[in-house]
């Protein structure tokens, strides 16, 4: 037995409104991932509040931490890592997970890895497919973010692209407002689309012929608004698949592009907005046709979750030799290319 299957990493992520806690042996051995949804919390007031979603970290996550340990058999004194997340993210929220993950590796003695939490999402695809290495496009699409990053190796990252105003689910979950369905709106206007018409509205594809690529979703909202005004009576179902259709068809043009553009046989989609159904079969159906593999992860990976950053504590430790002082502090606006210092 080598020493990476009894090296066990355990990873913390709170950079939004989801406590999770993840145990993962050697890089890519998922034991146990736990996720503490807080949409409950927050759809009262549309959106994520983030002193709400401090205080619920911070009452969650020292109990979230023993039952996930407890419900594999592996106590706190066999852990050989901590990672957590140091950003991007909310800064309170980022700071409850942080602190604890500081807190818990000068107890145990071990060692502490801060992580990016977009390089996170990107190991999503690692843990699982751990065969399928870079060369790759990676697009992480959510609420908070829509990037285009080219990643020849783990640990090297080119960003290609990102949003110039809202990211791709922010954009949906505003518009879900607008249209009267609660927070977040995502999962519930993919639902919808599949029985609406998306011939009904031609809405605008912001930046779609753009020469870069850079995303838009502002215009997108503000053509929804004004359509709604003038047309109160539209069906949900309709307005729906006619948003989807803009948001997908931009979000689809521009990844096969880059990946064609830089000469990468696959796409690796991840993010919250990676579970979409309608951006799935797209970019299945585009890919096939351009000789791009794509790949998601399961929908367990794609919100925000603790494995993905296990997963690049890990990798960063085992394979570059990394740890970091207990005295990284968060950054909320964190960009792919930073290291902890």
Known sequence: ????????????????????????????????????????????????????????????????????????????????????????????????????????????????????????????????????????????????????????????????????????????????????????????????????????VRFPRPMIGSPGFDFSFSGLKTAVVYHLKKNPRERQEDIAASVLASVVEILTKKSIEAARRFHRKRLVITGGVAANSHLRRALAEEGGERGIQVSFPPLSLCTDNAAMIAAVGAFRHLQMGESHPLSLRPQPSLGLGNTAE
């Open 1 to 200: 037995m080598s020493a990476s299957d009894t090296f066990l990493t355990l990873g913390i992520e709170t950079s939004c409104d989801e406590t999770s806690v993840a145990v993962l042996r050697g890089e890519a051995e998922l034991l146990a991932n736990s996720v503490y949804s807080q949409v409950d919390l927050h759809a009262t007031y549309g959106g994520v509040v983030p002193e709400v979603a401090s205080r619920n970290h911070v009452v969650k996550l020292p109990y979230l931490v023993a039952e996930t340990c407890a419900s594999i058999g592996v106590p706190l004194s066999e852990i050989s890592l901590i990672a957590a997340t140091y950003g991007p993210g909310l800064v309170g929220p980022l700071l409850v997970g942080l602190t604890h993950g500081k807190g818990l590796a000068r107890g145990l003695d071990v060692p502490f890895i801060g992580v990016n939490h977009l390089e996170g999402h990107i190991f999503a695809h690692r843990i699982s497919e751990p065969d399928a290495e870079p060369p790759f496009m990676a697009l992480v699409v959510s609420g908070g973010h829509t990037s285009l990053i080219d990643v020849p190796v783990y640990g090297r990252y080119q960003l290609v692209g990102m949003t110039v105003d809202d990211a791709a689910g922010e954009a949906l979950d505003k518009i879900g407002k607008m249209m009267g369905i609660g927070y977040p709106a995502g999962a519930e206007i993919d639902r919808l689309a599949e029985i609406g018409d998306p011939k009904t």
